[in-house]
Nanobody
Framework: QVQLVESGGGLVQPGGSLRLSCVSS????????MRWYRQAPGNQREFVAG??????ARYSDSVKGRFTISKDTRNTVYLQMNSLKPDDTAVYYC??????????WGQGTQVTVSS
């Protein structure tokens, strides 16, 4: 069972930036993809961004052009978030995906965008 630990959340003003990190207890290259999801109060968890083992990235339409997912050579995935909006307020979760039914989640980190 892999352990995922997110960090980097916090309170930021609209237009500001944050960088989230997700540290995995084992190599992220053992997974098909690493993903970020988020869940706002009263909403379902939604996909934000993902990156495959080969480095292909994709984004939800709501964050495209503002967020960037990246990874290091071992066990950390990042989510750089720029031009943050109040609608980006949510708990952000890291996900390690191997195949259908085989995935792990972190505990989440809170991001609040407010003036």
């Amino acid at each position: 069972q892999v352990q995922l630990v997110e960090s980097g959340g916090g309170l930021v003003q609209p237009g500001g930036s944050l960088r989230l990190s997700c540290v995995s207890s084992r190599s992220i290259y053992s997974f098909s993809s690493m993903r970020w999801y988020r869940q706002a109060p009263g909403n379902q968890r939604e996909f934000v961004a993902g990156i495959t083992a080969g480095g292909d990235a994709r984004y939800s339409d709501s964050v495209k052009g503002r967020f960037t997912i990246s990874k290091d050579t071992r066990n950390t995935v990042y989510l750089q978030m720029n031009s943050l909006k109040p609608d980006d307020t949510a708990v952000y979760y890291c996900n390690a995906y191997l195949s259908a039914g085989y995935e792990s989640w972190g505990q989440g980190t809170q991001v609040t965008v407010s003036s």
